[in-house]
């Protein structure tokens, strides 16, 4: 077989996974978990498989042609670092959160159907990262649009319900923009294929044209991501959709759609200029402060969280913003990190809602008595986030701020030591009141969650505190294709052409 | 360019009613005309005035065809705004079940 040809499986297998789950789930006793368990397991072995292919491959690159029609005149599927690290983030999460919800689901009806929307939405997000066309981008990224609308409402209480109507209405509209930025690029270069566009873009240069592109998808993915003024989706979107899918949402989902896709359109495709990456820090930074202000005054936990999550990808945008690869394995290496430690607070969150039954950090009180595993794996994920020496988050904050004393940008680097404390004084807060202090009397006889949701939380925790590794040399080539893919910048085009003609 | 213009007018239309309304079925009836407006304007791209089918047949000079693709992707469009809009309206039922209107002043359960 040649290696080309797994490069598909990555949307095969979640896209017959929800098939065969919504066809069978509801009529043969517990095999909608089997499917599910079993998918999220291929998929991981896939995507760390992936990662051995592409060190072998001579330039780094893989490409896999569907149908036999030939690039730029057919679609192709494009295996490159950067890809093969964004395959590895969202698989990791989606592997642990599909068993932590084999046991959190318990409390919804109609799993199989949730896990439907699971494995679709999975699907896109692979299918966005491995696509090597514009369109089908778009494609993918409404497939897990649409699945993550359907999941927020998934409780179908009131709050829910209008959670998902607001973030289905916002996401739609910055749909349209994204789609209105590719019926532009379309008419000017007459062509979908990611690398065919870009190579006709560095030919025929156009004076207007790509600023008013780049806006169209500055706002569209800028919303998809949840920059600070196209943010106020979330607070409301996040917290309100079922545990798991939090973890999914915060922890992938806007990474993928949002950070993902604008990097690779702006890096690869359009070329990035000076001003856009102003823009792009600007954003950052104002991100990451405001919305750690307002994470201060939450007292709901997992709204709380949804704030930070802004928060953290405001760090991602900074970091990418500087545009040295420094600063980009930076900002590349806290969007793995923030992936975990996000993950694991939202099952966290979970953790405590199946067993206690509030979200509310006042009715919380002395957990850490009657549920050990939680409160140790969130205290290791509250470290994480707020940036202390051992453990992951400290390594990829410290790199980011590094980075901007580099290049001379002083100020950024003191916006992002600020927001870190900040970061640090809201999660003491979430400490203090649900797991430290006496407990509560009418909690004593709370039990700890069941065993598949403390082997999730637990692993991921085991991670939180092992991240620091991926910087050791033997691990380091991982982060590092990653990065020379968008330190490529446009040479991307020669290099997937090239590759497509071997 | 007036075809463009009016293109643009339908859009504003759209986003006119999903700033500015205030009853959800409106505002998916605005989302619906910004996806006709993008739809349009992508089908308005590949089309030549005068144009002919873009069929090869044999004794035919290859002049003057409409761009098949664009065609081709607004169909792709037009099911996933299907999609997206069936979602919506569902979703704006289980609402007024719960809430007993439409109006999205009244529905603020959830705040900043």
Known sequence: ?502 | MGLYFLCLALFCVGLYGVLRKRNLVKIIIGLAIIEYAMNLFFVLLGYRFHGRAPIDAQDQAILNMVDPLPQALVLTSIVIGLGVTALLISIAIRIYEKYGTFDITKIRKLRG
């Open chain 1, 1 to 502: 077989m040649k290696p080309a040809n797994i490069i598909p499986l990555f949307v095969i297998v979640p896209l017959a996974a929800a098939f065969l789950i919504s066809l069978l789930g509801k009529y043969v006793r517990r095999f909608s978990s089997a499917a599910i368990s079993l998918s999220s397991v291929l998929l991981l072995a896939l995507s760390l498989y992936s990662c051995v292919l592409l060190k072998s491959a001579p330039a780094k690159v893989l490409v896999y042609k569907v149908g036999g029609w030939i690039p730029p005149f057919g679609i192709c599927m494009v295996l490159d670092g950067l890809t093969a690290f964004m395959l590895v983030t969202v698989n990791l999460v989606a592997f642990f959160v599909a068993i932590y919800s084999l046991a959190y689901m318990n409390k919804y009806t109609d799993k199989p159907k949730f896990f439907t929307l699971f494995s679709l939405m999975v699907c896109g997000m692979n299918g966005l990262i491995i696509t090597g066309d514009l369109f089908n981008l778009f494609v993918f990224l409404e497939i897990a649009s649409i699945a993550s609308y359907a999941l927020v409402a998934f409780g179908t209480e009131a709050e829910e319900l209008e959670a998902s109507f607001k973030y289905a209405i916002m996401g739609s509209v910055a749909s349209a923009f994204i789609f209105l930025g590719i019926a532009f690029l379309y008419g000017f270069t007459s062509t979908l294929n990611m690398a065919d566009m870009a190579a006709v873009l560095n030919n025929k240069p156009n004076l207007w044209l790509l600023p008013f592109v780049s806006v169209l998808f500055l706002m569209g993915f800028g919303l998809k991501a949840a920059l600070v003024p196209f943010h106020a989706w979330l607070p409301d979107a996040h917290p309100s959709a079922p545990a798991s899918i939090s973890a999914m949402l915060s922890g992938v989902l806007i990474k993928a759609l949002g950070v993902y896709a604008l990097v690779r359109i702006f890096f690869n495709i359009i070329g990035v200029t000076h001003t856009f990456l102003t823009i792009l820090m600007f954003l950052g930074a104002l991100s990451m402060v405001a919305a750690v202000i307002l994470a201060l005054s939450q007292w709901d936990f997992k709204r709380l969280l949804a704030y930070h999550s802004i928060s953290q990808i405001g760090y991602i945008f900074l970091g990418i913003g500087l545009g040295t690869p420094l600063g980009i394995l930076g900002g590349l290496f806290h969007l793995f990190n923030h992936s975990l430690f996000k993950s694991l607070l939202f099952l966290n969150s979970g953790a405590i809602d199946y067993a206690v039954g509030t979200r509310d950090l006042r009715e919380m009180g002395g957990l850490n008595k009657v549920m050990p595993v939680t409160a140790g794996t969130s205290l290791v994920a509250s470290l994480s986030i707020a940036g202390i020496p051992p453990f992951n988050g400290f390594f990829s904050k410290l790199i980011i701020i590094i980075a901007c004393i580099q290049k001379g940008y002083l100020g950024y680097g003191l916006c992002a030591v600020i927001a870190s404390i900040l970061t640090l004084a809201s999660f003491m807060k979430v400490q203090k009141y649900a797991f430290f202090g006496q407990l509560k009397g009418g909690f004593t006889n709370i039990k700890e969650v069941p065993w598949q949701m403390k082997f999730s939380m637990l692993c991921l925790a085991i991670m939180c505190i092992a991240g620091g590794v991926m910087l050791l040399p033997f691990l380091k080539p991982f982060l590092k294709d990653a990065v020379n893919v968008l330190v490529e910048g446009t040479r991307y085009a020669e290099i997937v052409m090239r590759e497509v003609v071997r």
